[in-house]
C-alpha cells in the first residue's frame, strides 16, 4: 500500500509539474514597446516634427523594422527657424525629406556610444558632426537635451535644433 501511495504520488507531482510547464507555451505575450513615431507623438513636444514626417511620407519608414536613431527637434526648435520657414519646407518635400533624414542614424546608437564618436552618417548620406562641449554633446551646432528615449524599432536623443545639412 505505502509502494502504492508513493508511486501514486510520483505521478500527480509529474503531471503537475508537466502541466506546470505546458502553460508556459500559453503564457501571454508581452506587450511590444511602442515605435519611434508612436513614442514622439505620445510625448507632445514633437507635433511639428510629426507632422513633417508625414508630409514627407516617412512615417511608415520610422515605424519599420529599425533599428533607427532619431535625433529629433521640438517644437521650440522648429520655432527657432526663420519665419515661413516649415510652411516653405512643407511645400518642398524633397528638401524636407533630406532634413528629415539628416536627423536619422541607422542602428540604435544610445548615449554612451555618441560620446565617443566624433560623427555619424546620416541615412540621407550626409555626415553629422558630433562634438563634446560644456559637459554635454552637441551635433553640429545643436545641443542634445534628452538622451536614449527607448522604443521597440530604435531610440530617441532630443535636440534643441533642427539639423540642417551641408549645402
Same mark, same amino acid.
Given at each position: ?23 508556459? =507555451? ?11 513615431? =508612436? ?34 527637434? /521640438? ?11 516649415? =510652411? ?8 524636407? /525629406? ?25 541615412? @540621407? ?26 522604443? =521597440? @524599432? ?14
Amino acid at each position: 500500500m505505502k509502494k502504492l501511495l508513493v508511486s501514486l504520488l510520483l505521478v500527480v507531482f509529474a503531471g503537475a509539474f508537466t502541466f506546470a510547464a505546458g502553460l508556459e =507555451e500559453y503564457a501571454p505575450m508581452p506587450e511590444p514597446q511602442p515605435d519611434i513615431i =508612436e513614442v514622439a507623438v505620445s510625448d507632445g513636444r514633437f507635433t511639428t516634427l510629426a507632422a513633417a514626417l508625414g508630409a514627407a511620407g516617412l512615417v511608415e519608414t520610422l515605424q519599420g523594422e529599425g533599428p533607427f536613431t532619431v535625433f529629433a527637434p /521640438t517644437d521650440d526648435a522648429f520655432a527657432k527657424l526663420p519665419a515661413g520657414t516649415v =510652411e516653405a519646407l512643407l511645400n518642398d518635400i524633397p528638401t524636407l /525629406t533630406d532634413i528629415l533624414l539628416y536627423h536619422v542614424v541607422s542602428g540604435k546608437v544610445m548615449a554612451a556610444d555618441v560620446v565617443g564618436l566624433s560623427s555619424a552618417n546620416a541615412v @540621407n548620406g550626409d555626415s553629422i558632426s558630433i562634438s563634446l562641449a560644456g559637459g554635454g554633446v552637441k551635433l553640429n551646432d545643436s545641443n542634445v537635451i534628452i538622451t536614449d528615449i527607448e522604443a =521597440e @524599432n530604435g531610440v530617441i536623443h532630443v535636440i534643441d535644433s533642427v539639423l540642417l545639412p551641408p549645402q
